[in-house]
């Protein structure tokens, strides 16, 4: 194989021309060979293998730097900056992150897991670098899906500014995770259909050189354009026209599908082991879709991750202009579902716990501050979630439930968080969030209420006496479990608290355990520092009751294993009856 000569991109400078198609094909090889067992970013990573190997023809990492977006797309930058272990030894896939991770390589300068980030980041390092007085190239590489964020569109005005060597590689597939959104697609499509010559031009428009590749497939011409701009005096776009999933059949005619994948055969495309029974995403889809159908004023907003809540591309026109794709616009969307509902529309906006994370001035500002009536489905909160550090969405409630007029629900159940969702669709209040729940459906026999307008009014669902537990959403269950094992291990029952909502306090409740409980114990799915439990340790400070929190310390997480992280907080049934002494 010819990367068997390839530890370095120097080595790769070695080869011929001639040789580098070749290369491209055995780089597939190891993407394939990954990606089939453990799954990942497939799409983008396939698609720009002839740009990797360009850039590192032609620039001279790491002294050159570059900045991929999302970082994705690096699959290929890491096969040949000495990574090429973690693609083709299986035992060795988990030495390595799906991301640039600086903790990894000297060619890689971020840990970068949020879109729309590189130009800014590269416009920092190029402005490094001019302090310094020094001459390296610096190269951002965003996705045409990626320049719908608004970090994207500030790094590219303000790029200009620069004056200086600085070059934004703008890879364009046609395609976000799904298709693209929003008026600037319409001008890349303009761009790529005339060769790069139409009249209306973005990238000229914001200040900037620009350069048009027709082929961004083709190793040859890639390499004359980035050898045009190295070592350029000035900002400059490189425009590459690439198709996303090239060289895998179903990655080329199903780009949604296979933006990421989980594990698959490579001979059929088809998914190994998996669960495709009822889930919390596919079952919001579908209630959704019913009540769009029932009620013209109620409308459904996702910012570029649609199957987040299950809308495939079938359900998403099933649902037509009743459903929206802000693109990947969180901020625009929580603005935009604010001005729905002061103008007599029922608006939910669903996204990943972890992307609302950019979203909080406009919840404060433009949504509670405003006191309007929008839902917003946070997905994936949760230690079972998305699980690199670019993805942790487990610092959602100490963000939000500290937001004034926001009302925050922990559902426990299925049955329980589909009666919030129609309540907060129905009611016009108040704004509210509700966390997702996440991992298998559970079901209840047991009645749920269906009015939450009685605010912070917590459910006992079973009267006890000493220890009392308060288990918030996602980690009810063990509360449940935890319940279970003190009154085996003590013959006393305790009492057991649904609270469903994250952003107050029951104090009458609260106060009323004071007359027959000792112990409080707080068991939440997220961060300690900020959180729910601490609330309640602040309230039961000036008495005699002893409260123990439980939940996850503040720290960056990476690839973790969840029972590990349970164990390392303590978040176990065994483990608490040990601090409470029994």
Avoid at 11 to 21: A, G
Avoid at 117 to 138: F, P, Q
Avoid at 211 to 222: A, H, Q, R
Avoid at 233 to 246: E, F, L, M, R
């Amino acid at each position: 194989m010819i990367l068997d000569k390839i530890n370095s991109p120097e080595d790769l400078k070695k080869l011929p021309i001639e040789e580098l198609d070749d290369l491209a094909a055995e780089i597939r090889q190891g993407l394939m060979n990954r990606l089939s067992k453990i799954g990942g970013h497939f799409g983008p990573n396939f698609g720009i293998v002839e740009a990797t190997i360009a850039l590192h023809y032609v620039f001279n990492s790491p002294v050159d730097k570059f900045v991929f977006d999302v970082s994705h797309q690096c699959y290929t930058h890491k096969i040949l900056t000495g990574r090429k272990y973690g693609y083709f030894d299986d035992s060795r896939f988990n030495d390595i992150s799906g991301y640039t991770n600086p903790d990894e390589s000297v060619h890689d300068f971020f840990n970068i897991g949020h879109t729309s980030t590189s130009v800014s980041l590269a416009c920092g390092l190029a402005k490094g670098r001019d302090l310094r007085g020094a001459k390296e190239n610096i190269i951002a590489i965003i996705g045409d899906g990626s320049l719908s964020g608004g970090e994207a569109l500030e790094g590219l005005d303000f790029a200009s500014e620069l004056k200086s060597n600085f070059i934004i590689v703008v890879n364009d597939n046609d395609m976000s995770i799904a298709e693209n959104h929003g008026g600037l697609y319409s001008n890349l499509r303009a761009l790529r259909e005339s060769g790069g010559k139409s009249e209306c031009n973005l990238f000229k428009a914001m200040g900037l050189d620009y350069i048009y590749v027709n082929d961004g497939n083709d190793i040859s011409s890639l390499i004359q354009a980035f050898n045009k701009v190295k070592d350029i005096d000035h900002p400059v776009v490189v425009h590459i026209n690439t198709q996303k999933g090239k060289g895998y059949k179903y990655a080329e005619t199903n780009r949604e599908e296979w933006h990421w994948h989980s594990p698959f055969d490579p001979e059929t495309g088809a998914p190994k082991g998996g669960y495709n029974g009822e889930s919390y995403e596919g079952n919001t889809c579908q209630y959704l879709l019913d009540k769009m159908k029932k009620d013209e004023k109620v409308v459904t907003l996702v910012a570029a991750v649609p199957v987040v809540i299950g809308f495939t591309e079938d359900k998403r026109k099933e649902a037509g202009s009743q459903f929206v794709d802000v693109g990947i616009a969180e901020e625009h969307a929580v603005a935009m579902a604010s001005g729905i509902a002061k103008n007599g529309g029922k608006p939910i906006f669903a996204t990943n716990s972890t992307f609302f994370q950019r979203t909080y001035d406009q919840i404060s500002q433009d949504l509670c501050i405003n006191g309007n009536a929008a839902t917003l489905l946070n997905c994936n909160a949760s230690v079972y979630g998305l699980n690199d550090v670019g993805h942790l969405g487990i610092y959602d409630i100490p963000m939000m439930s500290n937001i004034p007029n926001l009302v925050y629900l922990a559902p426990v159940n299925y049955e329980e968080y589909m009666a919030m969702l129609d309540w907060s669709i129905e009611q016009n209040q108040y704004p509210v969030a509700i966390r997702m729940p996440c991992g298998p459906v559970k079901h209840t026999d047991e009645q749920v209420d269906t009015d939450y307008s009685s605010l912070n009014k917590y459910k006992v669902t079973k009267e006890g006496s000493g220890i009392a537990i308060i288990a918030l959403g996602n980690f009810y269950n063990i509360g449940e479990d935890l319940a279970a094992k003190i009154e085996a291990a003590t013959g006393v029952e305790p009492t057991l608290i649904n609270p469903r909502y994250i952003t107050g306090l029951d104090t009458e409740l609260l106060e009323k355990l004071k007359t027959n409980h000792t112990k409080i114990v707080t068991l939440e799915d997220g961060i300690l520092s900020g959180g729910f439990g601490e609330k309640i340790a602040s309230f039961y400070g000036p008495s005699e009751i002893k409260v123990f929190n439980y939940g996850l310390k503040k720290e960056f997480l990476d690839r973790y294993n969840v029972e590990d992280v349970m164990r390392d907080n303590r978040i176990v049934p065994e483990l608490i009856m040990e601090d409470l002494g029994l």
